[in-house]
């Protein structure tokens, strides 16, 4: 797994072996940065970047990649994020809190937001994050979206982009 744009381009992720953590693919992190950066009038240079359920971090380094002003990493197992942070020696604050607790107590806005929780619990999250994330985004904020594409993660804000990616539904929304 590795940085695929930016200045970090080529970098290495560390994933752990087990099968906990599900990396988002190069190729898919790849396709939907491009999008983000040409489809959407570069929503990531400069952006204030929120990557909840962030796993080993790889959507959120991406971003800091290609120009994000900084990111903020939420899991409740931090370690895998921490290491690669650490490992590409860039700054950025890495949270151990799960993703709803999080957004209930953080006074931070965000511009751009990354909501890639376990495929098993992405159907029973929609409502909540729903009811949450209004407080954290900036005005112009957009929220993407990864899960399974047999049992998605529904918000309910405006769907801007929609596309599967085999098993994976990337979703791009703004609020």
Not at 88 to 102: N, S
Not at 107 to 122: M, W
Not at 161 to 173: L, M, N, Q, V
């Amino acid at each position: 797994m590795r940085i695929v744009g930016g200045r970090l381009r080529g970098r290495a992720l560390a994933a752990p072996k087990s099968q906990a953590i599900r990396p988002t693919a190069d190729r898919l992190r790849e396709a939907l940065f491009n999008i983000l950066v040409h489809a959407y009038g570069d929503a990531v240079s400069g952006a204030r970047v929120l990557d909840l359920f962030d796993g080993t971090g790889a959507l959120g380094i991406e971003a800091l990649s290609r120009g994000a002003a900084d990111a903020t990493f939420v899991d409740t197992d931090p370690a895998p994020a921490q290491r690669n942070v650490d490992a590409i020696v860039i700054e950025a604050t890495v949270d151990r809190r799960a993703a709803l607790r999080f957004l209930a107590n953080t006074k931070a806005r965000y511009d751009l937001v990354f909501a890639d929780p376990p495929y098993s619990s992405a159907p029973s999250l929609g409502a909540a994050l729903t009811q949450l994330l209004p407080a954290v985004l900036s005005k112009n904020a957009r929220i993407v979206t990864e899960s399974d594409k047999r049992a998605p993660l529904d918000l309910g804000f405006p769907l801007e982009f929609e596309r599967d990616y085999g098993d994976t539904r990337i979703r791009i929304h703004r609020v």
